[in-house]
């Protein structure tokens, strides 16, 4: 098939220097899919028969921590002066993988064919021959002929993924192509192709002994790259795959939640990770995660939300997040079920009484902010509205959002403490008056927090000096 393509100038730059030399130089890979799908690539890769050590000497700006496996990274300067990253790797066949992952044994080959031969799916499996080119480095549109043995073009044009060769040779392989499987699903818009989708089935053993930061870092893109992850998610628990590392997202299949809710718990979760903003992606699809073990069985789901962060935290920490995300994440779900008590339109004088006694005091938003830490409010609030999003059966209603906005811009101007280091005294000041560091000084300290956030008028030195004082004594 013929396509129209602009190749970058810094990549001709790369297949001119191995033609030069009497090589063969190829595009391959992502950036093929991409220009066959209308996309303007990220990056470009480029495969060839030279050899690693050839390479380097085409290239003396290189990196070539992956010569073992074929691989250079050439650092090449466009006409602006700008350096560019082009992975170029030797034309190679692998056999004898271990782990799940890794071949050992990876042999150079002299053959594009042999090459395309080992990679995942047919639309990866496509290369552009740049010797058939002009490459004078003009960014100009090219009408160029694309090599496809595998029908990956076809696929594309059908919106299907279909491994290369024998679907279950491909998997039991390297175990992340069947998480890549169904990320690419999500993140194209495309249906796994029968046989490809029974082998991903079938090879669950070899997904199982993937490293379980590559399975996050895989799942992590999904959630992130996709228009709908719920797609790829669902590829997941029908495959079996979602069992490796988060099975208690399929505890919430079938739970029914019977007040102000249209779905069950599990797609309830998916469709508020779908409508969530990027930022929050895996805390809205935790945050109901503890409600099947807290079903009172009336569409109560009482503590769900502090079991859920807990939850969560042994879901995050078991794929390796680091501690910073899963304090967030813990910090998202904990707090997701606040209610700010307002008064609506349509409410009774009753109602409207009821409200007005529950309206929450400056300190009461101090203590919020506190709770959540400012860093996280925003995030918070984002949650809250992919929940409700995600539910037209809800009884929320945004306005609540915009008013406690309001609130807390307004308590935001006043002269606040929040932690024990924005008090007037410091732990010197209390040793200053006899109070020996340790635990007894912690205690006075948050006590003294505590204080200035409910009267922020106390934060002086010296009327924070006399309540330690007092708080000594007692």
């Known amino acids: 098939m013929k396509v129209e393509m602009v190749i970058p100038e810094y990549v001709q730059k790369v297949g001119r220097i191995l033609t030069k030399e009497g090589y063969e130089a190829y595009i391959v890979g992502g950036a093929l899919r991409d220009i066959v799908l209308g996309k303007t690539p990220h990056d470009y890769d480029l495969a060839t028969n030279a050899l690693p050590d050839e390479m380097l000497n085409m290239f003396p700006k290189a990196v070539s921590t992956g010569a073992k496996f074929g691989t250079v990274i050439a650092l090449i300067q466009d006409k602006h002066g700008e350096t560019h990253e082009v992975e170029v790797t030797t034309f190679r066949s692998e056999s004898d993988y271990v782990d799940g992952r890794w071949p050992s044994n990876v042999s150079f080959v002299e053959d594009i064919d042999k090459d395309l031969g080992r990679r995942d799916f047919t639309f990866n499996a496509m290369a552009l021959d740049l010797s058939q080119l002009k490459l004078d480095g003009r960014e100009e549109s090219f009408q160029v002929e694309i090599y496809d043995p595998y029908g990956g073009i076809e696929d594309i044009k059908k919106k299907v993924i279909r491994a290369v060769g024998t679907p279950l040779e491909r998997f039991k392989e390297d175990g992340l192509r069947a998480f890549k499987a169904c990320r690419m699903a999500a993140q194209l818009d495309f249906d796994i192709e029968e046989e490809?989708?029974?082998?991903?089935?079938?090879?669950?053993?070899?997904?199982?002994?993937?490293?379980?930061?590559?399975?996050?870092?895989?799942?992590?893109?999904?959630?992130?790259?996709?228009?709908?992850?719920?797609?790829?998610?669902?590829?997941?628990?029908?495959?079996?795959?979602?069992?490796?590392?988060?099975?208690?997202?399929?505890?919430?299949?079938?739970?029914?939640?019977?007040?102000?809710?249209?779905?069950?718990?599990?797609?309830?979760?998916?469709?508020?990770?779908?409508?969530?903003?990027?930022?929050?992606?895996?805390?809205?699809?935790?945050?109901?995660?503890?409600?099947?073990?807290?079903?009172?069985?009336?569409?109560?789901?009482?503590?769900?939300?502090?079991?859920?962060?807990?939850?969560?935290?042994?879901?995050?920490?078991?794929?390796?997040?680091?501690?910073?995300?899963?304090?967030?994440?813990?910090?998202?779900?904990?707090?997701?079920?606040?209610?700010?008590?307002?008064?609506?339109?349509?409410?009774?004088?009753?109602?409207?009484?009821?409200?007005?006694?529950?309206?929450?005091?400056?300190?009461?938003?101090?203590?919020?902010?506190?709770?959540?830490?400012?860093?996280?409010?925003?995030?918070?609030?984002?949650?809250?509205?992919?929940?409700?999003?995600?539910?037209?059966?809800?009884?929320?209603?945004?306005?609540?959002?915009?008013?406690?906005?309001?609130?807390?811009?307004?308590?935001?101007?006043?002269?606040?403490?929040?932690?024990?280091?924005?008090?007037?005294?410091?732990?010197?000041?209390l040793m200053n008056i006899g109070i020996e560091k340790g635990p007894e000084m912690g205690v006075i300290l948050n006590e003294l927090l505590d204080m200035v956030i409910e009267d922020p008028s106390l934060n002086r030195k010296d009327v924070l000096l006399k309540k330690a004082a007092d708080l000594k004594k007692s």
């Open 196 to 429: 490809t989708f029974q082998a991903i089935k079938e090879s669950i053993p070899v997904a199982e002994q993937v490293s379980m930061e590559r399975i996050r870092d895989e799942f992590m893109k999904m959630l992130l790259n996709s228009p709908k992850p719920s797609v790829g998610i669902e590829l997941m628990r029908k495959s079996g795959l979602i069992n490796l590392f988060i099975p208690e997202l399929l505890e919430g299949v079938g739970v029914e939640q019977k007040l102000f809710h249209a779905h069950d718990v599990y797609t309830h979760s998916l469709k508020t990770c779908d409508v969530a903003h990027d930022s929050i992606k895996l805390a809205a699809l935790l945050h109901d995660i503890a409600k099947p073990r807290t079903d009172m069985g009336d569409g109560h789901f009482y503590g769900h939300d502090k079991m859920g962060a807990d939850m969560a935290e042994e879901i995050m920490k078991r794929m390796k997040f680091p501690q910073s995300e899963i304090n967030r994440v813990k910090i998202l779900i904990e707090n997701h079920m606040f209610y700010y008590p307002h008064v609506q339109e349509d409410m009774t004088d009753e109602e409207r009484e009821n409200i007005e006694k529950h309206q929450w005091t400056d300190s009461a938003v101090r203590r919020f902010i506190q709770r959540v830490g400012e860093e996280n409010i925003d995030d918070l609030f984002k949650l809250r509205l992919a929940d409700a999003q995600a539910n037209p059966a809800t009884a929320f209603k945004p306005e609540e959002i915009t008013i406690l906005q309001r609130r807390i811009s307004e308590v935001r101007k006043q002269d606040m403490a929040l932690k024990v280091t924005d008090l007037k005294v410091s732990g010197e000041d």
